[in-house]
């Protein structure tokens, strides 16, 4: 390597954002990516299916990368590992994680078949050495089991990325945060902190996930009929509280949702969730029991469009048939942007008759990101020389800033970054680097696409304004016109003298073709050009708007 | 007339949904029409414009309508006027309101050039005969100045829809509800109650709008550089306390956006606004004065696509320019639904560098809805017979029943209705009849159409998946295929292997039209179909998508 040593913290994602977190980490030209999240589409996407952090980064440096580590199992942390590894064309890329991150990966990469990448299972307090790194994952706290921030040691100093996290003092599984080791990092000296900023907004201090199980069971002792628990379903911890509430009612439990039985699944076979036989009821077997000795655990907690909840809502799920006197928990909070989605499922949940609570009703939820003292504390416990806030928008990368001001960081040691834009730290200093591509790429059907993708460009227009077809008929001998146009519309917006407009559109065809005709303008793409400009004209002058003009010329 | 004497109150909006109020009041064969509201579109609406209720039932009755009364100037309770009456083919139907009301009714009956509506300001305390009916407009407050309630006497007593209210006691102008009407009526005898849900799930009492002036004045001490304040334009008094508070601390005030300048304009005339000369500044004068001597007001409080505010926070504004060190005050809360385009624009704003200010950091907000108490205080004041909840989802008509319960309403005399399902009273009793048509009509570029809007649903479809047209040249003779066939596609995600593709697709045409031929179908309709079916089938096998599939055969 020619210069000086230098460490390269490069965030594809993540940052001015909620989602989609990834990380190039670069020290003596290798490689460690640290997550590879994504993230779901908006309404305004069309048609796609999932939003990728744009890797085109790594495309040259494919032979450069020399692990993946994985901080935790969601989906804005790890969705993104089949795409990218299928997309790259690499098996040999080792991924590296706490036990539950990596069943949750393999799970993923059996389905996208996958079958020769390596995920390895990292013991807590195990250093690996990876090319110039010495990696190390550091036991956290959040709303999934073994959550870790991960510490990079290279010959410049240690950084820390600490994924997502809160300092839960009495987490259920009674394994609080490793403070011992994030302070001891703290005495050694660490060089970078990358912190997660998602609830820097937010003055005080997060409550415990333990308290969220007696609020349930307090819940449940006033519910006479049948009881839905709508969570997270690889809130593994929560599910495990659902369960022990309605064990102490008396109830028995109903997993509905594919991913509220295959976590709860994987969960059992790690050892997270417990519970005694006898206690799980198939959905099938519920009609065996009365309302107030059932309580089902169902996803749908987002509104999401197929989710079991949803569907019960919508009198559309088939094992489950919601009716007046049942009453739904929402065991979390909506994720920004899906407010809607939650709001309608609740109001018909309203409208079928139940009893509906959440977390405005009752504190049946408690967020998994540390609140504004939790991230001091971490920057007290580990002391960084320099802090660049991660996993937040502008605004909380900027609160994320202030926090850190208040404690005494220097305001020149603050670096509030952006997607692309690469922190370079050498024995001299840190500043930002020259921006690199970021963005997104959009996974759209079984393809990856980006932003400038035609097809959702297309698609766009499509949807605005609709479509016209045209299709003209010429002689190959003179070009001239020989059967009367089609002209096709769909999606545009209804007119009432659609007959009298098609008949003049026709009409416009004919005469953009005798024109071309005329100035001897025989090639059909060249026909088909002016033809488009031409009736894209005559479209937008009689209805102000435009839909895609799409001219078909077929020589005869 | 037959029959009874019958009350007939017919909800085509409001009910289940938050927007576009409208209800149909009959009685003896005559209708009076309380509130024209619309609504806007969700973000899967492609392309439409504006959400309508479903005003079928009128088509039938319009000779009925004897008149239309607005209850204030809202777009979800006036809205929807020039659509109507427009579509309704009549302008000979007067329009009742307070003057503020009128106004901004005649402003938008002009755009649309329904010059002949006549508008009529109706003074306090005034009673209008109306064919069978005696209508009185009842001063309330509420977040525009010239709200009011109305009250509709028949000789089957009377009946009150509030509008959208709450009871502020110290409202900007002075003029609290006018409780001693409220109150008088409830001596007399109220029959029906039609009440405001939409704050009945917040507990307590609303602040007073007098409030947000002193905290915005709190808020403008602090600042050193400019200050930019959104808010509702029609929210006049807001805008007031703004100019005011600009006034005290000696800063100038610019209004941006085209409502905003026109609603003050409106509201300066008729009273409602008060400012000294020299006070307002146009925005190209800006340059004249420091930082520290501006206050803009702007529109974009709800993250608006087109709005100033959100232009601005896109760098995208011609007058105002964002800079480090302004500050941007959300003088409003995000509408349910509209919360992610104002997280956005607030992201925007904090990646520019300015400071944010919003509802969260200081009370510089008040409701225009009335909380539980103040539904409670409605109800105790009015006593009525009967009560049916109105403006609300499911969930806030639900919770507005269970306030009249606690009062003592008995269960049996509240309705909890629905959109289309009309409420009929008579000397005997109150029950709900036959429901009617109610749903959404669509304003769609200038069109209106209908949920099953052929147009719309085209455009959804080709807004997942894209469209192929496929164009077949056969022989007028005997159908064979006499052009090679034309694929074209556009929108559908974008595959690798597209080439070989499309000529699989060629083929698959050219087989479908052999088949046909030798089937001896040679109708050009009957031969689209066919090739549709067999196409779509094709495309789906290969793609695993749904594509519009547009055949277009061509007889030479």
Redesign the interface.
């Known amino acids: 390597m020619s210069g000086p040593e230098r460490l390269r913290v490069l965030p594809l994602g993540g940052l001015?954002e909620i989602g989609k977190n990834m990380t190039v980490v670069e020290f003596d030209g290798k490689i460690i990516l640290v997550d590879v999240g994504l993230r779901f589409p908006?309404?305004?996407m069309?048609?796609i299916d999932l939003v990728l952090p744009d890797f085109s980064y790594l495309r040259e440096r494919v032979d450069d990368i020399e692990a993946i580590v994985v901080t935790h199992g969601h989906e804005d942390h790890l969705g993104a590992l089949p795409w990218i590894l299928k997309d790259l064309g690499v098996q040999d890329i080792p991924v590296y994680g706490g036990p539950l991150t990596m069943a949750m990966a393999r799970s993923k990469l059996d389905e996208h078949r996958l079958k020769e990448v390596e995920c390895v299972d990292v013991k807590e307090g195990e250093i690996i050495e990876i090319g110039p790194f010495d990696v190390e994952l550091v036991h956290m706290t959040h709303s999934i089991p073994d959550a870790s921030a991960v510490a990079i040691t290279t010959p410049l100093g240690t950084m820390l990325i600490t994924g997502d996290y809160k300092f839960d003092q009495t987490p259920v599984d009674k394994r609080p945060a490793d403070m011992q080791r994030l302070a001891e990092l703290g005495r050694e000296g660490v060089l970078l902190l990358c912190g997660d900023s998602t609830n820097a907004?937010r003055a005080g201090w997060s409550t415990s996930e333990s308290l969220v199980g007696p609020q349930l069971s307090e819940q449940f002792a006033h519910v006479t009929g049948r009881i839905v628990v709508t969570c997270f379903a690889s809130n593994i911890h929560r599910v495990q509280q659902v369960i022990d509430a309605a064990q102490k009612h008396g109830r028995k439990v109903v997993l509905v949702g594919r991913s509220m039985r295959k976590n709860t699944n994987i969960g059992r076979t790690l050892g997270h969730v417990k519970f005694p036989d006898g206690l799980m009821v198939q959905p099938r077997e519920m009609a065996n029991f009365p309302d107030h000795k059932l309580v089902i655990i169902s996803t749908g907690s987002q509104g999401e469009p197929l989710s079991a909840l949803r569907r019960m809502a919508h009198k559309d799920h088939r094992q489950v048939e919601l009716k007046k006197g049942d009453t739904i928990m929402f065991s979390a909070t909506p994720i920004?942007?899906n407010?809607?989605a939650v709001?309608e499922t609740?109001?018909?949940l309203?409208?079928i008759g139940c009893d509906?609570i959440t977390t405005?009703d009752a504190p049946i939820h408690s967020s998994g990101h540390g609140y504004a003292e939790e991230i001091k504390l971490m920057i007290n416990l580990t002391r960084p020389k320099y802090v660049m806030p991660f996993h937040g928008?502008?605004?909380r990368i900027?609160l994320h800033g202030q926090l850190a001001e208040s404690l005494g960081v220097p305001e020149t040691s603050i670096f509030k970054g952006?997607n692309g834009l690469p922190l370079e730290i050498t024995a001299k200093g840190a500043k930002f680097g020259k921006k690199e591509q970021a963005g997104v790429i959009y996974v759209?059907?079984?393809?990856l696409?980006d932003e400038t993708?035609?097809?959702?460009r297309?698609?766009?227009?499509?949807?605005?304004?609709?479509?016209f077809?045209v299709?003209a008929?010429i002689s190959e001998q003179d070009g001239t016109s020989?059967?009367e146009p089609?002209v096709?519309f769909?999606?545009?917006?209804?007119?009432?003298d659609a007959e009298r407009l098609l008949g003049d559109l026709r009409g416009a065809v004919e005469s953009s073709l005798a024109d071309a005709a005329k100035k001897q303008i025989r090639e059909v793409a060249l026909v088909q050009q002016v033809l488009h400009d031409d009736l894209a004209k005559f479209v937008y002058d009689r209805?102000?708007?435009r839909p895609?003009v799409?001219p078909?010329v077929?020589?005869?």
Not at 453 to 456: F, R, W
Not at 458 to 467: F, N, Q, Y
């Open positions: 001015g908006t309404a305004e069309v048609g907004d920004p942007g407010e809607r709001n609740i109001d018909r309203y409208h509906v405005k928008d502008h605004k900027h952006e759209d059907g079984v393809d696409g993708d035609a097809a959702l297309d698609r766009r227009m499509l949807s605005a304004d609709g479509i077809v299709v008929t020989v059967a089609e096709i769909r999606g545009v917006p209804y007119s009432q209805l102000k708007r895609m799409l078909v077929v020589e005869v």
